[in-house]
């Protein structure tokens, strides 16, 4: 069965140190993925999206992910956090049902960002 | 630039009660889903829309929920004889679909649902 998982459930950054999230999926077939993050209370903006092609992507709010398709993953990046970057961050893959496509999400990684 | 939007925002409801909750979609969006988030957890399907067919359920979408989108439209989602574990975050997303399974969904900012 398709699943995600993000290993860290907190992780605490420095403002201006850089930022790696995890992701691994499990999935037999070729995985869309995607990275959204959650303010509190909020709901959920896209941050940056693999479908194809350059396995690095490029995202809003200078984030990036790549995709290892050897490792099972698509983990996010990004080089210098700022405060506004706390929140939480949420991968998916989109799996293929019968008649479209849901998102099967992980459990999330909250951020802090210590100043 | 007009997201998605969902209404109410909150909602503080008996246990027992019913409430229904509203999702306005991208405009020309013609996929509409629904998924439902718990404290901790990340955002679960729950059932989607192509225009105003219904076509797919979870199963964690028992007989006591419903939803509609007539005309293709805004959509709503309906839960009868509130139990406090329906207590979560209910989230609508919205999408262009052409072809392919490359889809993107933009989500609202959710419904925040509270059974006492």
């Known amino acids: 069965a398709q699943s995600v998982t993000q290993p860290d459930i907190h992780i605490t950054v420095s403002e201006g140190a850089s930022l790696e999230l995890r992701c691994n999926y499990s999935?037999?077939?070729?995985?869309?993925l995607f990275w959204y993050v959650q303010s509190p209370g909020q709901g959920l903006q896209l941050l940056l999206k693999?479908?194809?092609?350059?396995?690095l992507v490029q995202g809003i709010k200078g984030f990036e992910a790549e995709f290892k398709r050897s490792q099972s993953s698509f983990n996010l990046r990004k080089p210098s956090v700022h405060w506004s970057d706390a929140a939480e961050y949420f991968c998916?893959?989109?799996?293929?049902?019968?008649?479209?496509?849901?998102?099967?999400f992980g459990a999330g990684t909250i951020l802090r960002v210590k100043s | 630039d007009t997201g998605v939007s969902q209404d109410p925002r909150h909602k503080i409801t008996k246990r027992g009660q019913n409430v229904t909750f509203r999702c306005d979609p991208i405009?020309?969006?013609?996929?509409l889903y629904w998924y439902r988030q718990t404290l901790g957890q990340g955002p679960e399907f729950l059932t989607y829309?192509?225009?105003?067919?219904?076509?797919?359920k979870s199963r964690l979408l028992s007989d006591r929920f419903s939803a509609e989108r007539p005309k293709g439209s805004f959509s709503t989602l309906e839960i009868q004889r509130t139990e406090q574990g329906d207590s979560a975050m209910y989230l609508c997303?919205?999408?262009?679909?052409?072809?392919?399974?490359?889809?993107?969904?933009?989500f609202g900012p959710g419904t925040r649902l509270l059974v006492l």
């Open positions: 693999y479908f194809s092609g350059d396995t």
């Open positions: 999935y037999g077939a070729t995985p869309y």
């Open positions: 997303a919205s999408s262009l679909f052409r072809a392919g399974p490359q889809e993107t969904q933009y």
């Open positions: 998916a893959v989109g799996f293929n049902m019968e008649y479209g496509n849901k998102l099967v």
């Open positions: 829309f192509q225009n105003e067919a219904q076509l797919e």
């Open positions: 405009s020309e969006h013609n996929r």
